[in-house]
Nanobody, 129 residues
Framework: QVYLVESGGGLVQAGGSLSVSCTASGRSSSGVSMVWLRQVPGEERDVVFVAGITWSGDRTKYADSVKGRFAISRDSAKNTVRLQMNSLRPEDTAVYFC????????????????????WGHGTQVTVSS
């Protein structure tokens, strides 16, 4: 089992910065690739990929909408992934979820929510205009 706990987020004005972190624990937590997805308020079925990183940190992936503004990193010793969000826009407002899976070697980081079996409870990020 893998347990994910998010922290960070909050309220910021447009153009500002925030970070969210996710810590994995549990006996199966070693070796998981971790991603951030977000759910826009009112769109309950629309959980979209934001950014992801492999266990080793050798590969990252970003949604086109956040490239150049967001940066994902991980501290494998602490089993923690951090998403630094800069130049935030009102459309970045969402509940941000951390998710994880054991990715097969060489496989690309999936962008579908259905590829991730471990989830955190989510943390709210609100960007005011």
């Amino acid at each position: 089992q893998v347990y994910l706990v998010e922290s960070g987020g909050g309220l910021v004005q447009a153009g500002g910065s925030l970070s969210v972190s996710c810590t994995a624990s549990g006996r199966s937590s070693s070796g998981v690739s971790m991603v951030w997805l977000r759910q826009v308020p009112g769109e309950e079925r629309d959980v979209v990929f934001v950014a992801g990183i492999t266990w080793s940190g050798d590969r990252t992936k970003y949604a086109d909408s956040v490239k150049g503004r967001f940066a994902i990193s991980r501290d494998s010793a602490k089993n923690t992934v951090r998403l630094q969000m800069n130049s935030l826009r009102p459309e970045d407002t969402a509940v941000y979820f951390c998710a994880a899976t054991h990715l097969r070697v060489g496989r690309d980081i999936p962008q579908s929510r259905y590829d991730y079996e471990y989830w955190g409870h989510g943390t709210q990020v609100t960007v005011s205009s």
